[in-house]
């Protein structure tokens, strides 16, 4: 199984409402990430997660709360979203490749597999 | 900080035409350079990854190569067909240099259309 799945496909919501988008995969990829992808620009990364835990936040507001309740899942918690945060919200996995002979406990990632994306629309 | 451009920003050719997609980046030091496929309104799907230590990978009628000393890559498309029409991206990541880093970094796409 080579697939990172994501719901819904779609989503509209309001600047009061609460909504959560989902990510599962089960490649046995112990990183998983968050991108941001406006039309026709390429995606900019959000958070990553190593071994469950939150390794990255690329500064994004508190109005996007991230949670890996599993090595399988990832979630992302919306609220008080603004117009501006409308875009396609991707999810990625990757393998965690140690590289102990050169600084031990340095992570090093591999090739990353995308999910289709949910298409986020804040009125 | 890793920059990376993808020269043209737009394509357009005849069915049948062999072409080349180009990516530049400013840091050698890479660890992989991985190149994707996006239609539009969809998610990225992985066409090729080379390795740092790799100068090319090839999958049916597409073939990438790296030179990391002239911070190049290309992704060359043979006898195109229509249904290769969409944005290729290319992305490089960095090797790590702090515990944790993901420093991967996207071009901004070129837009191929192929033409009936």
């Known amino acids: ?123 | 900080k890793q920059e990376v451009t993808q020269i043209p920003a737009a394509l357009s050719v005849p069915e049948g035409e062999n072409l080349v997609l180009n990516c530049s980046f400013t840091d050698s030091a890479i660890y992989n350079l991985q190149w994707f496929r996006q239609d539009p309104g969809k998610g990225l799907t992985s066409l090729l990854l080379i390795q740092s230590s790799q100068r090319e990978q090839t999958s049916g009628r597409l073939n990438a190569s790296l030179d990391k000393s002239s911070g190049r890559s290309t992704l060359y498309i043979a006898a195109s067909q229509p249904g290769d029409s969409a944005t290729y991206l290319c992305a490089v990541r960095s090797l790590s240099r702090s515990y944790n880093n993901n420093d991967m970094r996207f071009g901004a796409g070129t837009r191929l259309t192929v033409k009936p």
């Not at chain 1, 501006?84 to 102990?100: G, M, T, W």
């Open chain 1, 1 to 123: 199984d080579t697939e990172v799945t994501q719901t819904p496909k779609h989503l509209v919501m309001g600047m009061t409402n609460k909504k959560s988008l989902k990510c599962e995969q089960h490649m046995g990829h112990r990183a998983m990430y968050w991108y941001k992808q406006k039309a026709k620009k390429p995606p900019e990364l959000m958070f990553v997660y190593s071994y469950e835990k939150l390794s990255i936040n690329e500064s994004v507001p508190s109005r996007f709360s991230p949670e890996c309740p599993n090595s399988s899942l990832l979630n992302l918690h919306l609220h008080a979203l603004q117009p501006e945060d409308s875009a396609l919200y991707l999810c990625a996995s990757s393998r965690i490749v140690y590289r102990a002979t050169i600084a031990p406990g340095l992570n090093q990632y591999n090739e990353q597999f995308f999910g289709p994306g949910t298409r986020l629309t804040v009125l």
